[in-house]
């Protein structure tokens, strides 16, 4: 069966030091991959999803990137953190168009 | 573009009484229709989803959900709800093609169950 794996499961950073945050799933190929932010009462917010190694689609302008250095990985990251990266962020995976997405767990990530 | 709203952000129910979160979507199409339950500091769980055909469908945990093309809803509804429903509910649609399946999600609701 399929899993996905986030982590680190929290975090606090300074403001101005370097971010990343990995996932990576397991028991599929070629999966579909995103990173959601969540804020209070704002629902969930795409930033940033991958259709192959190496594709990346940005949704909103911000301070972070991402990439995919393998198939089955993604990673989160940003070189200066603002207090404004705070938030709870969740990466997904899914199989095709059309189909549902799977959550990791999250990562709460408070910046100081 | 894809829209979805929730109209009520927090819901307080008895337990043992019936509930019905709504939802309603902005598409250009039948899209495809889901809802995910999330605990606090959790990730998101599927609850059900609609793609087509018959337009009720049942999910996890007791819950179903309706799909009324009329009136571009989708709402969640359990008979019964149990103190362990509390927890966040999100409703979310999907493009049936391209665009990198990307999901777009409501605000969530906010269910407490007061025993």
């Known amino acids: 069966s399929q899993t996905i794996h986030q982590w680190p499961a929290t975090l606090v950073q300074p403001v101005g030091s370097p971010l990343s945050l990995e996932c990576t799933v397991e028991g599929t190929s070629n999966p579909n991959l995103y990173w959601y932010r969540q804020a209070a009462g704002r629902g969930l917010q795409l930033l940033f999803y991958s259709v192959g190694i190496g594709q990346i689609s940005s949704e909103v302008p911000q301070n972070l990137s991402a990439s995919r250095p393998q198939d089955r990985q993604f990673i989160l990251s940003s070189k200066k953190l603002l207090l404004s990266d705070s938030g709870f962020y969740l990466c997904a995976w899914s199989v095709q168009v059309g189909t549902e997405a799977f959550f990791g767990q999250g990562t709460r990530l408070t910046v100081v | 573009a894809q829209s979805v709203t929730q109209p009520d952000i927090h819901i307080t129910v008895s337990e043992g009484a019936s509930l019905e979160l709504r939802c309603n979507y902005s598409?250009?199409?039948?899209?495809?229709l889901f809802w995910y339950v999330q605990s606090p500091g959790q990730g998101l769980q599927l609850l059900l989803k609609?793609?087509?055909?018959?337009?009720l469908v049942q999910g996890i945990k007791g819950f179903e959900a309706e799909f009324k093309r009329s009136q571009s809803s989708f709402n969640l509804r359990k008979p019964s709800v149990h103190w362990s429903d509390a927890a966040e509910y999100f409703c979310a649609v999907g493009p049936i093609t391209g665009g990198g399946n990307k999901l777009t999600f409501g605000t969530g609701t906010q269910l407490k169950v007061e025993l």
């Open positions: 609609y793609f087509s055909g018959d337009t």
């Open positions: 598409y250009g199409a039948t899209p495809y």
